[in-house]
Every structure is written in structure tokens, then in C-alpha cells.
């Protein structure tokens, strides 16, 4: 069962566009929900994180909205770039030091 | 944030021997993390390697298998065993900085292929 879902799978945006990565999760329990961005041949970097006690987090170009009634969240990216194509996983974890459970992640490709 | 690094960072293997995969961090933390990621697709955790005690293997993963070992705070290393071409894969280690921070961060990757 897959516990955090995400959409789309892939993405093409113009330069200066605006994507929008969707989850949407179903264990109540969870509290904590980064985005990673992974370039090829690279780990995952954290790029942003929020807490439901917060329903707007931004850092510099990315800002994740969440919505704890519908148990959805999502990430913005503004004024996208060629260099921020990537592949971005969200991912959800639960209290007390649980592990990150990853959504299949978005590939996005922002052109010129 | 914490710096991970993986040895080796890609690998080529016969079938039936094994690989051991290290992670080092560059500072002490108490939750660390093995992942697989097969080409293309998300991250899959294989188990959590606590500092002093077994580590935790998740469904479909066997320590027989994937043999792990955490010596200290700051070092892992993950063994897959008796290599297959299904283990072809890459394996990530990820460790969760301390309170009340949580953050998780991932290694470089070590790129396996299994011929």
C-alpha cells in the first residue's frame, strides 16, 4: 500500500513557468514532510520541509503549501530554470524517529 | 546538515560474490538509514541501523541477505550478498540529524551492477 502518492510522474514547464508537484498521504500520524531534489547520478538533497503546524513554507524559489484537512501538500517552484530540472520526491514520516516514507517522485524538465 | 560519503561510488560484480558497501558522516548521529533505488524509480528503505543494536529490516529484506553493521556513531556499512543482476541497483545511506531538527540526508549513491 502506498502510503504518500504523487503526481504528475513527469513534467515539462517553460523557463520562468511555474511547476506544481501534488501528495497526498493517508496516515494521520505523519508530521513531518520534506521535498528532495535528485540531479542523475546524484543522492537526494533536501530542499524543503514543513510541519501541519504551518499551512505555507517558502525558501528562496520553493514554497510548499500544505493542507491538513484534505492531507494533501505540494511544492511551487517559482520562476523555474533549466538548471532545476530534476527529479523531486515528497516524502512523510511519523513521530519518534520513524523513517521517511517517499512518494515515486516527479521528473521534471523546465526548457529555454 | 550533515556530509555523507559512500565507498565505493559505483562497483561491477559477478554474480554469486558480494559487495560491502561503507558510509561515512562527518559527525555523530544516531539514526542511520540503507535505501535501494533501482533505475528510474523512488527510494525503497532496506533497513535503520541504530548505533549498539541489530538493525531493523524492512519487508522483502533479510539480514542474510543484507548484512549491516554500525561499529560507532559515525560509520556504516551495508553488505549485499550472494549478488544476483536483480541487486543491480543504486544504494543510498541517509542519517537523521538530532533533535529537534529530524532532517534526513542522503550520500552520494553506490552505483551497482551485477554482470
Known amino acids: 500500500q502506498q502510503q504518500v502518492k504523487q503526481s504528475p510522474q513527469s513534467l515539462i514547464v517553460q523557463k520562468g513557468g511555474i511547476p506544481i508537484i501534488n501528495c497526498a498521504y493517508e496516515?494521520?500520524?505523519?508530521?513531518?514532510f520534506p521535498w528532495y531534489q535528485q540531479f542523475p547520478g546524484k543522492g537526494p538533497a533536501l530542499l524543503i520541509a514543513?510541519?501541519?503546524?504551518?499551512s505555507e513554507k517558502k525558501e528562496g524559489r520553493f514554497t510548499i503549501s500544505f493542507n491538513k484537512s484534505a492531507k494533501q501538500f505540494s511544492l511551487h517552484i517559482m520562476d523555474s530554470q533549466p538548471g532545476d530540472s530534476a527529479t523531486y520526491f515528497c516524502?512523510?514520516?511519523?513521530?519518534?524517529?520513524?523513517?521517511?516514507?517517499f512518494g515515486k517522485g516527479t521528473r521534471l524538465s523546465v526548457i529555454a | 546538515s550533515a556530509v555523507i560519503s559512500q565507498k565505493p561510488s559505483r562497483d561491477i560484480c559477478q554474480r554469486g560474490t558480494s559487495l560491502t558497501i561503507q558510509c561515512q558522516v562527518d559527525?555523530?548521529?544516531?539514526?542511520m538509514f540503507w535505501y535501494r533505488q533501482q533505475p528510474g524509480q523512488s527510494l525503497t528503505l532496506i533497513a535503520t541501523?541504530?548505533?549498539?543494536?541489530?538493525?531493523?529490516?524492512e519487508s522483502g529484506f533479510v539480514i542474510d541477505k543484507f548484512p549491516i553493521s554500525r561499529p560507532n556513531l559515525t560509520f556504516s556499512t551495508l553488505t549485499v550478498s550472494n549478488l544476483s543482476p536483480e541487486d543491480s541497483s543504486i544504494y543510498l545511506c541517509?542519517?537523521?540529524?538530532?533533535?529537534?531538527?529530524?532532517?534526513?540526508?542522503f550520500g552520494p549513491g553506490t552505483r551497482l551492477t551485477v554482470t
Open positions: 541517509s542519517v537523521e540529524a538530532r533533535p529537534p531538527s529530524y532532517e534526513q540526508y
Open positions: 496516515n494521520t500520524a505523519f508530521d513531518y
Open positions: 514543513i510541519r501541519p503546524d504551518v
Open positions: 516524502a512523510a514520516s511519523s513521530p519518534g524517529n520513524t523513517p521517511l516514507v
Open positions: 559527525s555523530q548521529v544516531t539514526m
Open positions: 541501523a541504530n548505533q549498539g543494536s541489530e538493525a531493523t529490516y
